[in-house]
């Protein structure tokens, strides 16, 4: 499988690629604007990556990542999210959103175990039983010296019957929406003097 563009590290510092700040910038997604992209696979598999640049430093979104109890509160349609267990930095949880498709509701619940790798700023996440077939990926934060970055990567199969061009479409909408929920609790965070 080809990697999605923005799955590619960050940009290497301006000094070591030879190319100034100002070049930088206009190479990569401008601060505070979604970047997207879409990869489809077979038998209905879709792979997504979801992009923000970011004036605020890691530790605030990571601390808003893994704040697992308290996701539902500013993911948009996601409505429960609890922890199951914790066994080191593996983090299992269950977690049940909800969309409306053409005025009915649709609910998708999932169990997902989790590994945190904060050194590296990576959240993987794979689904451990669920209403996909496949749900797995991860988020990532990181620095450059123009911002900070907020990937989210995903790869998802429906069941089948699930209609994949309606949740090609919702997913690609929602996941904008979950980045910019992170970012505005985050910001939230920062702004209220709290720590990360």
Known sequence: MAPLSLLQPSPQPAEAAGLSVSQLS??????????QEMERLEQGTRRLAV????ALEPDWIWAVLTDYGNLDRFIPNLMSSR???????????EQVG???????RFS???ELELEEDPACGELRFRMLSGDFRRFEGAWRVDRDEISTRLLYDLTVQGKPGMPIGLIEQRLQQDLASN???VQQEAVRRACGGQNP
């Open 51 to 54: 992009l923000l640049r970011l």
């Open 83 to 93: 922890e199951l267990w914790r066994q080191g930095n593996r983090v299992a949880l």
């Open 26 to 35: 206009e190479r990569s997604c401008s601060l505070d604007t979604i970047q």
């Open 179 to 181: 980045l910019r929920g």
């Open 98 to 104: 909800s969309q409306q498709f053409c005025g009915l």
């Open 108 to 110: 998708a619940r999932v």
